[in-house]
């Protein structure tokens, strides 16, 4: 025993002290193991009982919820507009031409100037549709039900043969002085 030393004998302490404490702890062990179990003396009610009772809790939050929708109810649809009688007058036609300018007539297309290119055989929307081609002066075509004819150039030599008056050439400043 002597050759344990300090930490020896702190071991065997240990083990004194555990030893201990399970004989004592026995008593309580063996008492519970073979004693009856706990009994509250209150016998279950049967479960049709507790059915009726749960039944007759929830009475008057149901009769809150009875004869009302879960969803909102749409009332009735509106009436349909009155069909009114076409009583707007008929537009006159046009008096003059007010679809989309020529800008050039090249291989027997007519271009306009907001894009569209049109062969005499074709026809764009909004009522337009070549009718003929008169190169270069203009074409004829169809807008808004009437047939118009299109210029692209007048039809006149005037401007042409005209003569154009020369200009004088400017003096040099030099020669206008007066040379004494």
């Given at each position: 025993?002597?050759?344990?030393?300090?930490?020896?004998?702190c071991a065997l302490?240990?083990?004194?002290?555990?030893?201990?404490?399970?004989?004592?702890?026995?008593?309580?062990?063996?008492?519970?193991?073979?004693?009856?179990?706990?009994?509250?003396?209150?016998?279950?009610?049967?479960?049709?009982?507790?059915?009726?009772?749960?039944?007759?809790?929830?009475?008057?939050?149901?009769?809150?919820?009875?004869?009302?929708?879960?969803?909102?109810?749409?009332?009735?649809?509106?009436?349909?507009?009155?069909?009114?009688?076409?009583?707007?007058?008929?537009?006159?036609?046009?008096?003059?031409?007010?679809?989309?300018?020529?800008?050039?007539?090249?291989?027997?297309?007519?271009?306009?100037?907001?894009?569209?290119?049109?062969?005499?055989?074709?026809?764009?929307?909004?009522?337009?549709?070549?009718?003929?081609?008169?190169?270069?002066?203009?074409?004829?075509?169809?807008?808004?039900g009437q047939e118009?004819?299109?210029?692209?150039?007048?039809?006149?030599?005037?401007?042409?043969?005209?003569?154009?008056?020369?200009?004088?050439?400017?003096?040099?400043?030099?020669?206008?002085?007066?040379?004494?």
């Amino acid at each position: 025993m002597r050759s344990l030393g300090p930490w020896g004998w702190c071991a065997l302490g240990a083990i004194a002290l555990a030893c201990y404490a399970m004989v004592a702890g026995v008593p309580g062990v063996a008492r519970a193991a073979f004693s009856p179990s706990a009994n509250t003396g209150i016998e279950p009610a049967p479960d049709s009982s507790r059915v009726e009772s749960f039944r007759e809790s929830f009475k008057d939050q149901l009769a809150q919820v009875d004869g009302r929708s879960m969803f909102f109810i749409p009332g009735a649809p509106p009436p349909p507009p009155p069909v009114a009688e076409d009583s707007e007058p008929e537009t006159p036609p046009p008096s003059k031409y007010g679809g989309p300018a020529v800008i050039a007539t090249i291989n027997g297309v007519v271009w306009f100037d907001n894009g569209t290119r049109l062969r005499s055989d074709e026809a764009a929307s909004g009522g337009l549709r070549i009718i003929s081609i008169n190169s270069p002066w203009g074409a004829r075509i169809e807008w808004s039900g009437q047939e118009w004819d299109v210029p692209l150039f007048d039809r006149t030599t005037q401007q042409f043969l005209e003569a154009v008056p020369k200009e004088k050439p400017a003096s040099d400043p030099e020669s206008s002085e007066e040379k004494p």
